[in-house]
């Protein structure tokens, strides 16, 4: 069986507490290895079919703040800000191409095109250099982790869904009240490999065609 194709990568992480094992909407997690955190609440592991109101989740959030190590902060307008610089400078160092990215209050997503560098790298990455940013522009203080640690990928193997997925990512502001996010180091997607000028005849490319 041929290995997979993957074109590029949804990167999903969220902020520092903010999707716990035992959120009341469900989560990816097993286990609770947090003793005070796993009185909270049972484990469900996926996303639950029925799911919480807002004030459930918005009391769970209130009880856990109490027990974690460090204050569970959301992103406001300037942090977002600050840590799309942080993002950029990432980017722009390990030169990767980024097709979208929205940063909301607790969690961020981008979509960033095929590297030599795996999804997890791509996450620590990201992560540490907008971390380090939000430090330096005393958004949050040095010993705050900022984001929880790792996150979620998922492969993106042909065109049609990184496009369908760029749409996802931008239509969440909308969801909260707010504008969809535009930023200077979001490459415009041209259909990335079968963009303009790539080379028909390439085993990747025909491999793509067959499953457009």
């Known amino acids: ?23 009341p909407r469900g989560s990816g997690s097993k286990i609770v290895r947090n003793a005070s955190l796993a009185e909270l609440g049972d484990l ?32 406001d307008r300037k942090a977002i800000t600050v840590a799309a610089r942080g993002l950029a400078n990432c980017i722009t160092k390990s030169r990767y191409t980024c097709y979208a990215c929205t940063i909301m209050p607790d969690h ?42 790792g996150g979620w990928k998922r492969f993106l193997d042909r065109p ?21 996010q535009q930023w200077p180091f979001v490459t415009l997607y041209d259909d990335w490999p079968l963009h303009p000028g790539h080379s028909p005849n390439s085993p990747y490319a025909q491999r793509l065609r067959a499953h457009r």
Not at 64 to 71: E, P, S, T, V
């Open 1 to 23: 069986m041929p290995k997979p194709l993957v074109i590029a990568h949804h990167l999903i992480w969220t902020a520092y507490g903010w999707w716990l094992p035992n959120d």
């Open 44 to 75: 469900h592991y996926g996303r639950r079919t029925n799911q919480p109101k807002k004030q459930e989740i918005h009391e769970f959030y209130n009880l856990a703040n109490k027990l974690l190590r460090h204050d569970l902060l959301k992103f």
């Open 108 to 149: 961020v997503h981008l979509i960033i095109r095929k590297h030599k560098h795996t999804a997890e790298e791509m996450i620590e990455n990201l992560q540490s250099l907008s971390r380090q940013r939000l430090v330096y522009e005393e958004c949050r203080v040095s010993e705050h982790p900022v984001w929880t640690v």
């Open 160 to 180: 049609s869904a990184v496009r369908r997925v760029i749409e996802y990512i931008e239509r969440n502001p909308l969801e909260i009240g707010r504008p969809r």
